[in-house]
């Protein structure tokens, strides 16, 4: 009898999955839409509240421990009570932290509450993801979750036309305002939001799962799955995660490879975008011609997203991601040295190009890693460690803008971290293109690589 796994992963594309598609896509593109406003918005209270380069890195970095936080909390919450109430309450917390923001009254105001707004969209990514990797079907997984994430390029476009039509007019408080409107959604999210069928037969809720199941059978119009039988639903996958675990021979190559990445992806996005406007004044732009070169840059991610997206159950994670990796960092050295305007949107656009589409699918990627009772806690781990890459971006980047050639050597920096992440991919990373989550459970894990002799041995350890 075909287990809740298969029976998701041979589903075709329908209603059902374009509905989560557009949910899970508005959390990200909302939370997209607040780290946008930051950067924008820190341009502007530079000269309306005479910070020092120190102090815009320190609220940057701010919200990167509170995203931090966010990650490791919501990935072990969401693998233990669910990922839909950690889901609402990440969409919560992060809206209405953005509105505090615009009350803000002085520096230290601003860093408590850019904290809180971090835990929520740090929280977010992992539950979403693991939610979509679980209801996505096999040949289209990668696909959808890339999509899902495109969504990001989204909203930081309207981030960058809110800030080129709205702050320099009204204020940098209307724009944090305006990102606090996804609390008006809450309530509806819940309503609609379906838990995760694999999460329900971790947790032993065999009977809910096969319910949810039949329930988007029927309405893609293909046969009803057969009930689970009595010894099936006596039966609970109750393992909890641990942290040690995640560091044991089963798992120690994933998780390294996961942390070098996020940690470079996390560090160079940032790092980039949320200097970049700061950037090109210092480098003799106005504020309004910066805010235009970063909406043309932002532009370039949504193609950068549908290429990754076809390309990522094409020709696979690790070609697709190392290939835009590798361009990335080409890119982001021919920027630093860029002296023009039309090559600073050339280049910058490319590298904004692959930048996003490798973003994409590291969300993908990550969550194909680890096994149902610790798909989000694990991604969670992995975004962590790259929110630590994120706080000290801002920092370096800060530290770095004394120097006479700051601009060239900031994205030389740059290059050699891109660069650095491209070779952990390529070498590190084990393509998981096609395959079913049930092939990311520790036995059959066990079985695909421990040596002949030693599996009976192996297998028996895991029934213990």
Not at 99 to 114: K, M, P
Not at 223 to 247: I, Y
Not at 316 to 323: D, E
Not at 422 to 440: P, Q, R, V, W, Y
Request: with cysteine; net charge positive; charged share 15%.
């Amino acid at each position: 009898m075909a287990t809740i796994t298969d029976r998701l992963g041979k589903l075709p594309l329908g209603s059902f999955h374009y509905r989560l598609l557009a949910l899970m896509g508005s959390g990200i593109a909302f939370e997209a839409l607040d780290t946008g406003l930051i950067a924008f918005v820190l341009a502007k209270m530079i000269e309306a509240w005479s910070l020092s380069p120190a102090q815009i890195g320190y609220i940057s970095s701010a919200g990167l421990v509170g995203m931090a936080v966010g990650a490791i909390l919501s990935g072990t919450l969401a693998d233990r009570v669910g990922r839909k109430k950690i889901f609402v309450a990440t969409l919560g917390i992060y809206a209405v932290g953005t509105g505090l923001c615009g009350l803000a009254w002085n520096y230290e105001s601003l860093l408590a509450f850019r904290f809180l707004v971090g835990a929520g969209i740090g929280g977010q990514p992992p539950v979403a993801n693991a939610l979509m990797s679980e209801y996505a079907p096999v040949r289209h997984r990668g696909k959808m979750l890339v999509l899902q994430n495109s969504s990001w390029a989204i909203g930081w476009l309207l981030a960058a036309l809110i800030a080129y039509l709205i702050i320099p007019k009204y204020g940098w408080q209307l724009a944090f305002y305006i990102g606090a409107l996804p609390a008006l959604i809450v309530v509806y999210v819940w309503r609609i939001l379906p838990e995760s069928a694999m999460y329900l037969v971790s947790r032993g809720r065999h009977m809910e799962a096969h319910v949810l199941v039949s329930k988007i059978e029927q309405e893609l119009g293909v046969p009803v799955g057969e009930q689970p039988r009595g010894d099936e639903m006596l039966s609970a996958n109750t393992q909890k995660f641990n942290f040690t675990d995640l560091w044991s021979s089963l798992y120690i190559r994933r998780t390294i490879c996961l942390w070098v990445l996020w940690f470079g992806m996390v560090y160079s996005y940032y790092g980039i975008f949320t200097w970049l406007p700061s950037l090109l004044v210092k480098s003799g732009h106005t504020l309004i011609r910066s805010f235009e070169f970063l909406l043309y840059m932002t532009l370039a991610q949504i193609p950068g997203y549908f290429a990754a997206a076809y390309f990522v159950d094409k020709i696979g994670r690790k070609a697709t991601m190392g290939s835009l990796l590798v361009v990335c960092a080409l890119s982001a050295y021919m920027f630093g040295s860029a002296k023009s305007a039309e090559d600073i949107v050339l280049w910058g656009c490319v590298m904004s190009f692959c930048n996003l589409g490798a973003w994409g699918i590291t969300h993908a990627y990550s969550t194909e890693q680890y096994p149902t009772h610790a798909r989000a806690a694990g991604v969670g781990w992995a975004a962590a460690c790259g929110r630590i890459g994120g706080i000290v971006a801002p920092i370096a980047v800060g530290a770095l803008m004394t120097g006479s050639d700051q601009y060239g050597i900031v994205f030389t920096m740059f290059t050699v971290v891109l660069a650095i992440i491209a070779l952990d991919i390529i070498f590190l990373g084990k393509e998981t293109m096609n395959k079913s989550l049930d092939e990311l459970t520790e036995r059959q894990l066990i079985n695909a690589q421990a040596p002949a002799a030693t599996k009976s041995f192996a297998l028996d350890n895991t029934k213990s």
